[in-house]
């Protein structure tokens, strides 16, 4: 027998807000996070992208001092967002051996790495800090979460480029189906605005190159899109049982109905042109929801704003939805809040939580002329979802071929 899951808590730091609700909020607005950088660094490399979606409220204004010192700005992160959504789950006082941690990130500790590495090179090899692997380690945002609020089931993490977080969403259902915990807090995190990143992404020509206008340069599905935006921040779900939340008398958000995970086995920074290991992962999430395409009212795509990226997708939908998908009304955030590579999917799964719940489409900004080549339903403007129930689904593709997709159910009994 299938166990409900649901979500009963959210947290988020992201370039569009300090919180969860702020990040909405301005997402409905059709705000943009993008800003020209004004780090130093920004123009001593000479570097061909000199903007980014930084988070709009930075860790030190949050955190104590002792925490930024300790932590990888990624880590600072999780550590924010995590707080919150716990903090809006109602800090249930359960056995903590029952508390489960599954984050996620695609780089991981960068900044603490390459600034060990300049100090090595420049100061010598007893000024690098004693704590620098702990702190550049892949799994330092999901063990910085599971001791501060002391949970003992597990502290996984998950690591598949741009659908770690989304995978691990779909991971912890399976570890909540399971039996593992009754509560698991997943989610990604991400910070990598870096002088490294943007350059190494712009020499494979990823990212858009739009330095005088950074508020219109993440413009998915747009003719004349050029790449994504870099962003950075996390986000947060709590997840637990049905029964387990309404026990304790907890809010539920939405349901969390299943999850796919496959991979395109074609190459390491491509898609599969004709999408087809990430039509298989949408097959997937919406099997082990029991629930059929025809069911599907809301499409939070991946839609990163590149050219090849933005085709492949549209192809995997149109071969799972067949000619529906026109009618599906689709929403594209990273136009808004810029591409938080592992950190990424949890936000627009947090994003999706609130649309089904909310029966609202959020947004994609920027769209000024849709490539005939993708004939979505695209809103420009928040959509109204209806009033019936909603089963919505959230996208996330990540290089080395990895697919993530979750299925969300809106909560309505």
Same mark, same amino acid.
């Given at each position: 027998?299938t166990?409900r899951i649901?979500?009963t /808590?959210?947290g ?7 919180t969860?609700?702020? !990040? ?13 950088l ?10 061909p ?5 930084e988070a709009?409220?930075?860790?030190s ?6 925490? !930024?010192?300790r ?11 995590? &707080?919150?959504?716990w903090?809006d789950a109602? *800090?249930p006082d359960?056995d903590k051996?029952r508390?489960?941690v599954?984050?996620s990130t695609g780089?991981g ?10 100090t090595?090179?420049?100061k010598?090899?007893?000024r690098?800090l ?8 892949? %799994? ?7 001791m501060?609020?002391d949970a003992? *089931?597990?502290?996984r ?9 989304t995978?691990?969403i779909?991971n ?13 807090l997943?989610?990604?995190?991400e910070?990598c ?9 712009s020499?494979m020509? =990823?990212?858009?190159r ?5 508020t219109r340069a993440? &413009?998915?599905y747009d003719?004349?899109r050029?790449g994504?935006v870099m /962003? ?12 387990h939340a309404?026990?304790r008398?907890a809010?539920i ?5 299943g999850?796919?995970?496959?991979s ?12 087809r290991?990430a #039509? &298989? ?6 099997a082990q929801?029991?629930a059929?395409v ?5 499409? %939070?795509?991946?839609a990163?704003? !590149?050219p090849v990226?933005?085709i =492949?997708?549209?192809?995997?939908l ?6 529906r998908?026109r009618?599906i009304?689709v929403?594209?955030t990273k136009? #808004?809040?810029g591409?938080?590579l592992?950190?990424?999917?949890a ?12 029966r609202t489409?959020?947004?994609?900004? %920027?769209?000024d002329?849709?490539?005939p ?6 809103p !420009?403007?928040?959509h ?7 089963l ?8 080395g071929?990895h697919n *993530?997709?979750v299925?969300i159910?809106s909560?309505?009994?």
């Amino acid at each position: 027998m299938t166990t409900r899951i649901v979500v009963t /808590g959210i947290g988020a730091s992201t370039p569009l807000g300090g919180t969860a609700q702020d !990040t909405w909020t301005a997402l409905l607005a059709g705000e943009s996070g993008a800003n020209s950088l004004t780090h130093e660094w920004a123009t001593k490399y000479d570097l061909p992208v000199t903007f980014a979606m930084e988070a709009k409220v930075r860790p030190s204004e949050v955190l104590e001092r002792v925490e !930024t010192k300790r932590l990888d700005p990624s880590a600072q992160f999780a550590l924010i967002s995590a &707080r919150e959504a716990w903090a809006d789950a109602g *800090a249930p006082d359960i056995d903590k051996t029952r508390i489960g941690v599954e984050y996620s990130t695609g780089i991981g500790g960068l900044w603490t790495l390459l600034d060990a590495w300049d100090t090595l090179r420049e100061k010598g090899s007893r000024r690098v800090l004693p704590m620098t692997v702990p702190m550049l380690m892949p %799994n330092a945002a999901s063990a910085a979460v599971s001791m501060d609020l002391d949970a003992r *089931a597990f502290a996984r993490t998950d690591v598949s480029a741009c659908a770690s977080s989304t995978e691990a969403i779909a991971n912890a259902y399976d570890h909540l189906q399971m039996g593992y915990a009754d509560i698991i807090l997943a989610g990604g995190t991400e910070s990598c605005v870096h002088p490294i990143t943007l350059a190494s992404f712009s020499s494979m020509q =990823a990212l858009s190159r739009r330095n005088d206008e950074p508020t219109r340069a993440s &413009r998915p599905y747009d003719v004349d899109r050029d790449g994504f935006v870099m /962003g950075e921040g996390a986000a947060t779900l709590v997840l637990e049982t049905l029964d387990h939340a309404l026990a304790r008398g907890a809010k539920i958000y939405a349901e969390i109905a299943g999850g796919g995970v496959t991979s395109d086995s074609y190459h390491i920074t491509a898609p599969d042109p004709e999408g087809r290991g990430a #039509a &298989r992962a949408v097959h997937a999430a919406l099997a082990q929801a029991g629930a059929t395409v025809d069911e599907v009212t809301h499409i %939070n795509a991946h839609a990163t704003s !590149t050219p090849v990226g933005d085709i =492949a997708e549209y192809k995997a939908l149109q071969a799972v939805f067949g000619d529906r998908v026109r009618d599906i009304p689709v929403s594209a955030t990273k136009g #808004a809040h810029g591409h938080l590579l592992g950190g990424t999917g949890a936000l627009e799964a947090l994003i999706t939580v609130l649309a089904v719940q909310s029966r609202t489409a959020p947004p994609t900004i %920027n769209l000024d002329n849709q490539d005939p080549e993708i004939p979505l339903f695209v809103p !420009t403007a928040p959509h109204a979802l209806g009033d019936a129930p909603q089963l919505a689904i959230s996208n996330s593709f990540g290089f080395g071929g990895h697919n *993530a997709v979750v299925a969300i159910r809106s909560y309505d009994d």
